[in-house]
């Protein structure tokens, strides 16, 4: 399973990059951060979609052009690709605001690649990195420490989704 989620991350990765040069333009990725093989839960592609169809809205409503869109389900989980005309930096800026400020944002991740296949980040603008969604900790310590246990990881992110769409 291991090699498929892999295998499944460099297919997006060069999926991204073969976008961005057809396009010459700003390639955004929405993927989520769900530990462990199973990625693919009908829940965690109905979150995915929710928190998608909330970003489009936001960029309708900024004016943010989207030209092409592309929909995926990979062993890596969901994934949308969305090409937009807009400046990275812009996108960025968005983005972490959505990933801070929605129920779900906290499980999304957002990734802007720029038409020289530049990854934007949230050290581009000056944003603290993620916390862990167990503790206060920066999310990547955690990780790296293995700090928590998986299964109460994934009850917290259930917990999330399952209040979100509770209230959707």
């Given amino acids: 399973m291991l090699n498929l989620i892999l295998k499944a991350r460099e297919e997006r990765w060069l999926n991204r990059c073969q976008l961005a040069d057809i396009y010459k333009t700003s390639v955004i990725t929405i993927t989520m951060n769900i530990p462990g093989p199973d990625k693919t839960k009908p829940k965690y592609i109905k979150a995915h979609s929710l928190f998608f169809s909330h970003f489009i809205k936001t960029l309708n409503k900024k004016k943010y052009h989207i030209v092409n869109k592309e929909i995926k389900v990979s062993f890596d989980g ?62 990547r310590n955690c990780i790296v420490e293995r700090k928590h246990d998986i299964t109460d990881i994934l009850k917290e992110i259930d917990n999330i989704i399952d209040d979100y769409i509770e209230n959707v």
């Fill in 78 to 139: 969901p994934v949308v690709y969305l090409i937009s005309k807009e400046a990275p930096d812009k996108l960025k800026d968005l983005s972490i605001k959505l990933e801070e400020s929605h129920p779900l944002g906290r499980i999304m991740d957002i990734d802007i690649m720029d038409k020289d296949k530049r990854i934007y980040s949230r050290k581009d603008n000056q944003i603290k990195e993620r916390k862990c969604l167990i503790c206060d900790n920066p999310a």
